[in-house]
Structure formats: structure tokens, C-alpha cells
């Protein structure tokens, strides 16, 4: 257990939204064996933000690497020891990597269908967790993180930076108080266009 309290570390932990990872004010460790061990799973778009995030924090060490790409999980490694000084561990399925009992948290950033199957088997394995959005893709799966978080005593944390968002909120009540007159409807859509995953294989 390290000398930073895990609960502590995320119940305040960053803010990651738009590639942005935003420190918490939290009083840093005082030594490195106080330092939060880590676990990025997925070295992707997400995953990069995720290493930026804390690598630019002085709590933490990340001390693994999960990637099913070897090649984009590899260079996360490489980056990683350029920053820290000490190469993290690579591994391509997550599970081995839940097995270090020296490990405090995991930080998912998978694709989405992995997300909550990766914050479940994290608080099994006795890691808080950090699960990106979206947190499930079924209401079973959320009921499930909630059961594992209650029954292995664990934090799970969801990154929908936007309900903490001290600017959503403010024009959140800006509107609740009238400010733009009597609203009756809103629509939204949010529509991202993604590449695909990955290099194309030299298949037979």
C-alpha cells in the first residue's frame, strides 16, 4: 500500500477531456515510494492522454503499458522512459498485468465495448479504477461496475469531465435562472468520424 492513499488520489484525480489532463490540487507525495503505481490500459488517442496526464504528474509512476498493438503500445513505453527514467512493463492482455500486486491503479482507456469488463476485473484484482466514457454499453454492465466497486471496497471513477465542469455547470444555472429566457427545447447531436484501428494486415 503506498503512503499516498489511493481513495484520496482518485476521488480528486484529473480531469481528462479533449486531450487535456488537468492535475488535482492534491499535496504530492513526499517520496518516490509514496508514488501511486499505474497501469495505462490502451495506448491509443485516449491512452496517450492518459500517459501525458500522469507523467505530468509528480504522484504518480506508470509502471505498466497494455496494448493489443505491440508497435503502439511499445512506443508508449519508449515515451514513458524518456519522461521517468525507467521503462514500464508491456503487456498485451490486461490481465497479466492485474496480476502485480504492486499496482494501485488502472486507467482504461480501451475501445469502448472493453470499458467496463476492464474497470470490473481492475477492482477484483484489488485496483481503483479509472473508466473512460462511455462507462458501459449496457445498464447490466454499470450495475456491474457498481457491484464490483461495493463488494472489493474500491474506487471507480468515470471520466465525463463535462458534469464537473465548473463552466458547464455555471451556464448550467445561468439557464435554470433565466438567463436566456424560458426554454421548452433543445437538440443536440455529436457526431465524430473515426479512422480505423490499427495497420492494415498483409493477409494471404
Not at 495505462?40 to 505498466?64: E, F, Q
Not at 503499458?65 to 503500445?73: C, M, R, S, Y
Request: one cysteine or more; charged letters at 25%.
Amino acid at each position: 500500500m503506498s503512503g499516498l492513499s489511493r481513495r484520496d488520489f482518485v476521488k480528486t484525480s484529473a480531469a481528462l477531456s479533449a486531450g487535456l489532463f488537468v492535475a488535482p490540487q492534491l499535496v504530492s507525495a513526499k517520496s518516490a515510494n509514496d508514488k501511486l503505481a499505474v497501469v495505462v490500459v490502451g495506448a491509443g488517442g485516449r491512452g496517450s492522454s492518459h500517459v501525458g496526464g500522469y507523467l505530468a504528474d509528480d504522484r504518480t509512476d506508470i509502471v505498466a503499458i497494455v496494448d493489443a498493438d505491440e508497435k503502439n503500445g511499445q512506443s508508449k513505453c519508449d515515451t514513458v522512459e524518456k519522461k521517468q527514467g525507467q521503462r514500464p512493463k508491456f503487456y498485451t492482455d490486461m490481465r497479466q498485468a492485474f496480476d502485480d500486486k504492486s499496482i494501485d491503479i488502472v486507467s482504461t482507456a480501451t475501445p469502448n465495448h472493453w470499458h467496463a469488463l476492464c474497470g470490473v476485473w481492475a477492482m477484483q484484482a484489488g485496483k481503483d479504477a479509472y473508466v473512460e466514457k462511455p462507462v458501459c454499453q449496457t445498464i447490466q454492465e454499470g450495475r456491474a461496475l457498481i457491484s464490483a466497486s461495493r463488494k472489493y471496497d474500491k474506487m471507480c471513477q468515470v471520466g465525463t469531465q463535462c458534469r464537473s465542469s465548473k463552466a458547464v455547470q455555471d451556464a448550467v444555472a445561468f439557464i435554470e435562472a433565466g438567463g436566456i429566457g424560458e426554454c421548452n427545447f433543445a437538440r443536440a447531436l455529436c457526431y465524430k468520424r473515426r479512422s480505423s484501428i490499427g495497420a492494415l494486415g498483409d493477409y494471404e
